[in-house]
């Protein structure tokens, strides 16, 4: 049980400051898994089991069975529970951020799974001194995994594909070579669209009210709801599968926001959802308005075009007294006016 803003080692005392940073705590900021803590009569130190979901003794407030003096859980000290040395008492414990006690191997993947599984406790759990830095060390191990995994059989298979004259090392460098380029190119470009994302999400948060949390902290676990990038890491799917982690992430991210800044599921919704529509409206205006812009000037520059591919349909007969002016010719490429006349010959001589 530590404390949230300096990790001070907080068993054996009463509730009320840090002696580290002053930082006011009581039992009911924690998770306990239950029956992994006892709590100690102020009196006499007696023992209550936390028994409870949230690993608390119930009631509250009662009479020691002991010493028969009133006791509230707020004057109580905490130890772990006997032949344990309370590593593993504590439920809400951010996972990467134990990694130097638990390995980075079983910590990275108990932090993919709380994001993937329990993105709420992603938000209550992340320390407050978060490095970012260690958040992103998490995002880009998380999409580097994804991307190797579903790339590279994929760079593979095209390195067969054009392998001429080539010789097995020359094959291998540039295979390697190719997947670093990608792996390095889409882990840095999704780490700063997640940051992006995070930043717009935390801005429209601040405009709907107050957070709970600065930036720094929304932008942490932003990267630490990547978790579900891991499973477009299918060979050769991914790329399919990536939009379902996408949607996954956003998920994730709302349950997270709602718990790091207690804030309601609606304004985490708005928060998190917001960007990505008004970048799927700009992408569609863009691409709407493109096409639009063709078309227009398909029509003003090459109303010809019309005219020589529609004529021959409608009325082949006609078509021999009004050849295509060499203006239309020059106008319609020469590829499909070639595609165009040859049918013209054998079908005018039959009507
Ligand atoms: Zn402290
Ligand atoms: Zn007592």
Known sequence: MRCRGCEYELWNMKPGGCPECGRQWRFEDFRFRPFSAQFLCPHCDHT????????????RAFICAACKQPIDLDQMRALPAPQTDGS?????VHPWSERSRLG??????????????QPSQVGRTLPERTNLKSALFFSLLCSTIGIVFSTSPLLLLIGVG???????????????????GVVLGSAILGQILFLLWGSCSHAILRMGGDVRRPLL???????FCTGPFIISAVPCCGFYILWVSFIWMAVAM?????????????????????????VLVAAALTIGGAILMSNNSTWSSSGFKWNTTSTPNVSPNVLPNIPPSPSAVEQVDGESNAQVLPPLGPEAPEK
């Open 104 to 117: 980075y191997w079983r910590s990275f993947w108990q932090t993919v799974g709380q994001s993937m599984s």
């Open 254 to 278: 709302i349950y997270a926001f709602v718990t790091l800044h207690n804030v309601s599921g609606f304004r985490a919704s708005v928060a998190v959802l917001l960007p990505i529509l008004a």
């Open 48 to 59: 209550y089991g936390g028994t409870d979901p949230q690993g608390l003794p119930i009631p």
């Open 217 to 223: 902290d929304t932008l942490s676990a932003t990267l």
């Open 162 to 180: 054009s392998l001429r004259g080539m010789s097995g090392i020359e094959y291998v460098l540039i295979f390697v070579a190719q997947l670093i």
């Open 88 to 92: 593993r008492a504590m439920d809400d």
